[in-house]
């Protein structure tokens, strides 16, 4: 059985200060992997998919890594502004088509 | 021009109840789901539908019942309504079932049981 953890559970930072969060899955069959953010009270908007062929995918300044094999991936957030609070979940995708989400980071970027 | 769009978006109602929850998608795609976020903010898959064919049904109390009356929509249905039941319900759909395509979300349902 698929399990995702994410850690921390909770992260605060300076305005400016790069931001690492860290998902990692038990089993490394997986299709893709994808990071979303949840604002309060919203639904959830996807950032980033990386395909299991894949170790990386950009956009703007999100970056984020897999490593299929150990089963980790990580999204890098430069230079982190304060509408970046919110908090992130990443999820991965395995037969079945299911999705199996971690516990989410909440994220706290302080002016 | 809402992608995933779900009604009601809040809905308080008493235990015993039988309440719906309506999901309508503008993508063009041919998956759509279900997902339940508890108290604790995990996300947990309930159904898909591909087509209008069930293909995940993850051991949810038959008072669930999702009905696709075509595949735009997914509804929800929920049936004597029980304190449990308290939740985010999130309606998704994507391209296609087992692809790598990235899955929508709408902007959840807010269920309170009384």
């Known amino acids: 059985k698929q399990e995702v953890t994410q850690i921390p559970a909770a992260l605060s930072v300076p305005e400016g200060e790069n931001l690492v969060l860290n998902c990692s899955f038990t089993?490394?069959?997986?299709?893709?992997l994808q990071w979303f953010r949840q604002d309060p009270g919203k639904g959830l908007t996807s950032l980033l998919l990386?395909?299991?062929?894949?170790r990386e995918q950009t956009s703007g300044r999100l970056n984020a890594s897999l490593d299929k094999s150990s089963g980790r991936s990580t999204l890098y957030i430069a230079a982190s502004q304060p509408g970046d609070s919110a908090t992130y979940l990443c999820a991965v995708r395995a037969a079945g088509n299911k999705l199996t989400f971690g516990g989410g980071t909440r994220v706290l970027v302080k002016p | 021009d809402t992608a995933v769009s779900q009604t009601p978006k809040y809905l308080v109602t008493q235990m015993g109840n039988d309440k719906s929850i309506k999901c309508e998608q503008n993508?063009?795609?041919?998956?759509m789901y279900w997902y339940k976020q508890d108290s604790k903010k995990f996300l947990k898959i309930m159904f898909s539908y591909n087509n209008k064919e069930l293909i995940i049904n993850e051991t949810v109390p038959n008072r669930f019942s999702p009905k696709s009356p075509d595949k735009a929509h997914l509804n929800l249905h929920i049936n004597s309504l029980e304190l449990g039941d308290s939740a985010v319900y999130f309606c998704?759909?994507?391209?296609?079932?087992?692809?790598?395509?990235?899955?929508?979300f709408g902007e959840g349902s807010w269920l309170t049981v009384v």
């Open positions: 998704a759909s994507s391209l296609e079932a087992g692809s790598g395509n990235t899955i929508y």
């Open positions: 089993d490394s069959a997986i299709y893709n």
């Open positions: 990386i395909q299991s062929s894949q």
């Open positions: 993508l063009g795609h041919d998956t």
